[in-house]
Nanobody, 116 residues
Framework: QVQLVESGGGLVQPGGSLRLSCAAS????????MGWYRQAPGKRRELVATITSAGSTNYADSVKGRFAISRDNAKNTVSLQMNSLKPEDTAVYLC??????????WGQGTQVTVSS
């Protein structure tokens, strides 16, 4: 049993910042990668940022220079610092964990709304 718990979502004005956090618990033996995805109304789920257990990162072009992903392998947590937020960043943000020789696990998602 693996569980992901997300926090940090909310309402913010354009240009503002939010920090999302995700904590994993349960039968975790070997993490391949963790990441953040988002899904807006009428759009398909898209990758925002990922980070491997070794620390290598990958970002969507739309968030490069504005978002930063970080992780603490010892605590099985991953965070997403979001700066200079835009209305088009509005979406449900979901945390994902990929385990070696196992499937993917997803959090329930947290709503981020960027609006005046």
């Amino acid at each position: 049993q693996v569980q992901l718990v997300e926090s940090g979502g909310g309402l913010v004005q354009p240009g503002g910042s939010l920090r999302l956090s995700c904590a994993a618990s349960g039968s975790i033996f070997s993490i391949r990668a963790m990441g953040w995805y988002r899904q807006a109304p009428g759009k398909r789920r898209e990758l925002v940022a990922t980070i491997t257990s070794a620390g290598s990162t990958n970002y969507a072009d739309s968030v490069k220079g504005r978002f930063a992903i970080s992780r603490d392998n010892a605590k099985n947590t991953v965070s997403l610092q979001m700066n200079s937020l835009k209305p088009e960043d509005t979406a449900v943000y979901l945390c994902k964990m990929s385990l070696v020789l196992a499937g993917d696990y997803w959090g329930q998602g947290t709503q981020v709304t960027v609006s005046s």
